[in-house]
């Protein structure tokens, strides 16, 4: 039984050491420029551009082609789209598998719509793989997958949510914080799979603070944590150290935010996975 997993590249995940991988790229256009979202983009050139740049920018989301042509002709995928709350990802991941389905009888495909984005797909990712490495039946994962879904939770802070205003992917309450310099807006993807926004802290030291508490009142035990940033490793890093502080043992892995994410969560942003107890 040949497996693979497929996840839009708002995963930040670029690569699996032990299952078979692929990336569907969303896109990125920034004037007449766009940019697709794979391994081979400089995510710090097209931050670097993003800085100055006072035009329309938007982003696409792949087509069922692109990620059917991902499946390869694997007996089982497993797909893991960006939240279906903000992007059509998820739907193109739907069509894709019925197609798929349709076209190939006896393989399965598995979409999950993660109602989140960036890290927290990436923790849903490593624990596909951990399950198909240690030899889960399909049916087992996607049952547990989904159960394990529900422990995961994304919490982020954002220097500016210009992008996300622009592209209309936040409430008006958030759109109007557009432009609010040295204000941090610090939230979490919300169960419906939008952002909520929670505070409003001055500076990265306030706003991780805040993530802390927010982490704790979600039930943060100390779990494995993902840490995404954008231009940011000193947050990453300072983050990560008050995460020791309240478990030296936690599992706690930083990672450069890829196009999609840089996009939205804009220089200098951050956005934190973990699991709950
Ligand atoms: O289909 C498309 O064009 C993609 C649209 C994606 C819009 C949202 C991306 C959010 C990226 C920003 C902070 C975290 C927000 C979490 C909300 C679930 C990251």
């Known amino acids: 039984m040949q497996y693979k997993i497929v996840a839009d590249s708002s995963s930040d995940v670029r690569r699996l050491e032990h299952v078979d991988f692929a990336s569907a790229p969303l896109k990125i256009t920034v004037g007449d420029t766009t940019y697709v979202d794979d391994n081979d983009l400089n995510v710090g050139e097209l931050t670097q551009t993003l800085r100055t740049f006072k035009g329309r920018s938007i982003t696409a989301c792949p087509s069922p082609e692109d990620w059917l042509e991902r499946f390869g002709d694997a007996d089982r995928v497993f797909c893991v789209a960006i939240t279906s709350t903000l992007s ?17 009888p006896g393989r399965k495909v598995f ?122 490793l000193p947050a990453a890093e300072a983050f990560k150290q008050k995460l020791l502080e309240i478990n030296p043992l936690a599992k706690i892995t930083i990672d450069t935010a890829g196009g999609l994410c840089s996009f939205y969560a804009e220089d200098g942003g951050m956005l934190v996975g973990f699991e709950t107890a």
């Not at 059509?88 to 190939?104: K, M, P």
């Not at 919300?190 to 039930?219: E, N, P, V, Y």
């Open 88 to 104: 059509g990802s998820c739907n193109a991941a739907r069509l894709a598998a019925r197609d798929y389905e349709n076209a190939h």
């Open 111 to 232: 979409v999950i719509d993660t109602l989140s984005t960036g890290p927290e797909m990436a923790l849903i990712i490593e624990k596909l793989e951990e399950m198909i490495c240690e030899g889960c039946d399909y049916e087992t994962i996607c049952h547990d997958i989904m159960a394990y879904l529900k422990k995961t939770k994304l919490t982020f802070m954002l220097q500016s949510v210009r992008n996300l205003a622009n592209n209309g992917r936040v409430n008006s309450a958030v759109a109007a914080l557009v432009g609010l310099l040295g204000i941090r807006i610090v939230g979490i993807a919300s169960d419906h799979g939008d952002l909520q926004q929670m505070a409003k802290s001055r500076g990265d030291k306030r706003a991780m603070a805040d993530m802390i508490k927010i982490m704790k009142d979600l039930g943060y035990k100390g779990g494995k944590v993902l840490i995404h940033h954008c231009e940011n």
